[in-house]
């Protein structure tokens, strides 16, 4: 059964309506790569045992699974083999996609390289397709990646388009530009295999909504699509939140995206305060990962009126 999730938006539905036949409910995370967790992200505040393999696993799986989504999109996944054989406990399917130069590759004892994977409950949703791309900037293939797969939703028969990326990190104008070229080739990639169909766009962009990418993505003529959190047009203040050498990182980066034409957000899940977290933010021996993990209930538009 759902729970219900904390609301960001004021105007949360509490209609009782059969919400797993007329809903979807979307997590969207950055788990965090274990080799570059452990490696190259030198978070200074996160003590080296909360980031031992071991340990996170279950921390990891347990954050995924107590939200009981229906769609699963993840970031820097490196350890798709663990995930694929626990989330089957739950009756998830899942697929993978790794970024072709993934600097996990780069560092000792690593566990292959990192990339993007998305799950679905199997019970829920019949496969239809999966599709994958490296993303291009200006015709040449980048180390970013994107996955689609089409799925149909067993009690409407509607089909659905669920994609997901990472987009090239780092701060800077030119970087900015590069995700933006980046973004065009996601939502050409993406809009190919919609066509008409429902979309739901996750990932971790590496861009604050005030980046060119953001509108980028909004303003898709043929996409129409808008940010499950951007309610009033205003993102949350974060979505991850971590100390480093240089200081405290606290930003929005991560999005759930949606067909506006297709879907009404009904629920989205409030993130955990700085009190929450503590002086030594994210990760930390509760938080497993730097980002934090982003759900949303949609609502189909045109199933509002005959289950309501
Ligand atoms: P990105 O710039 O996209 O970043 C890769 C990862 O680093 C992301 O998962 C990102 O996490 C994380 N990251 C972001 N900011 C920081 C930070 N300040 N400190 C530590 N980690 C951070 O990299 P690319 O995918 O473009 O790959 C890098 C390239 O570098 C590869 O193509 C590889 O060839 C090369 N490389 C070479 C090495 C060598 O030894 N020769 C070693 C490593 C890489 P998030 O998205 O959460 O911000
Ligand atoms: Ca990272």
């Known amino acids: 059964s759902f729970q ?17 036949q007329t809903q979807i409910r979307v997590l969207q995370w950055n788990l965090l790569s274990q080799t570059l967790g452990i490696n190259n992200d030198n978070f200074v505040c996160c003590p080296d045992e909360a980031l031992h393999w071991n340990r996170r696993r279950y921390l990891l799986t347990e954050e995924i699974i107590k939200y009981s989504p229906d769609i699963i999109c993840l970031q820097e996944v490196d350890h798709f083999k663990y995930l694929k054989k626990t989330l089957a406990t739950q009756g998830y399917e899942g ?20 990339g993007c994977a998305i799950f679905y409950l199997a019970d829920k949703f019949e496969f239809v397709q999966k599709e994958t791309r490296i993303l291009e900037v ?8 994107a996955i689609i797969t089409i799925l149909k939703d067993k009690h409407t028969g509607e089909e659905l388009c669920i994609a997901t990326t990472h987009l090239k990190a780092r701060s800077g104008a ?26 739901i766009l996750c990932g971790d962009f590496n861009a604050e909504p005030t980046e060119p990418i953001y509108s980028t993505v909004l303003n898709h003529q043929a996409l129409r699509l808008s940010s499950a959190y951007g309610y009033g ?20 980066i991560d999005y759930i995206f949606y067909s506006k034409d297709k879907f009404k957000v009904v629920d989205v899940l409030q993130f955990p305060t700085g009190d929450d977290i503590g002086q030594g933010r994210v990760p930390s021996m509760s938080y497993p990962s730097d980002h934090f993990s982003l759900v949303c209930d949609l609502r189909f538009n045109n199933l509002e009126i005959s289950n309501s």
């Open 4 to 20: 219900n999730l904390s609301p960001l938006t004021p105007n949360k539905c509490n209609e009782i309506i059969p919400q797993n």
């Open 95 to 114: 697929m993978f996609f790794p970024k072709p130069d993934s600097p996990c590759m780069y560092i000792k004892d690593n566990n292959g390289p990192d």
């Open 233 to 252: 047009g205003c993102e949350p203040p974060y979505t991850t939140w971590k100390v480093r050498q240089e200081g405290e990182v606290c930003h929005t």
């Open 138 to 145: 200006w015709r040449v293939q980048s180390n970013q990646v």
């Open 174 to 199: 030119l970087l900015a530009a590069l995700r933006n070229e980046q973004g065009k080739d996601l939502l050409d990639f993406v809009s190919a295999h919609a066509s008409d169909r429902p979309v």
